[in-house]
């Protein structure tokens, strides 16, 4: 009864701006935290950020720190990924993931719900 939405993705020039959005619907009310997570051809997917749902707690990949914001808004059921400073590498679809246990590891890939996938290209 939980489904997640992704949107906002698209093609933008390296150094360029996209923000993404992950809109959750159903009964999603004891969620612990909401992820990002990437995945280019031949890449296996990758953890990109992660952010606690009450306290909105963020984390980052190491790739991403500094050019990316992840935030959450509680009337909206949503979360952003808000990307700056666009490169080529970060070319990928992006998929929205939700994980209801707090005993994850918020950077590995055992979350509860997961998106379809936006697709990121950003071309040089």
């Known amino acids: 009864q939980v489904q997640l939405v992704e949107s906002g993705g698209g093609l933008v020039q390296a150094g360029g701006s996209l923000r993404l959005s992950c809109a959750a619907s159903g009964r999603f009310f004891s969620r612990y935290a909401m992820g990002w997570f990437r995945q280019a051809p031949g890449v296996e997917r990758e953890f990109v950020a992660a952010?606690?749902?009450?306290?909105?707690?963020?984390y980052y990949a190491d790739s991403v720190k500094g050019r990316f914001s992840i935030s959450r808004d509680y009337a909206k059921n949503t979360v952003y990924l808000q990307m700056n400073s666009l490169k080529p590498e970060d070319t990928a679809v992006y998929y929205c993931?939700?994980?209801?246990?707090?005993?994850?590891?918020?950077?590995?890939?055992?979350?509860?719900?997961w998106g379809q996938g936006t697709q990121v290209t950003v071309s040089s």
């Open positions: 993931a939700g994980v209801l246990s707090s005993n994850r590891d918020l950077r590995g890939r055992e979350y509860d719900y």
């Open positions: 952010i606690t749902w009450s306290t909105a707690t963020p």
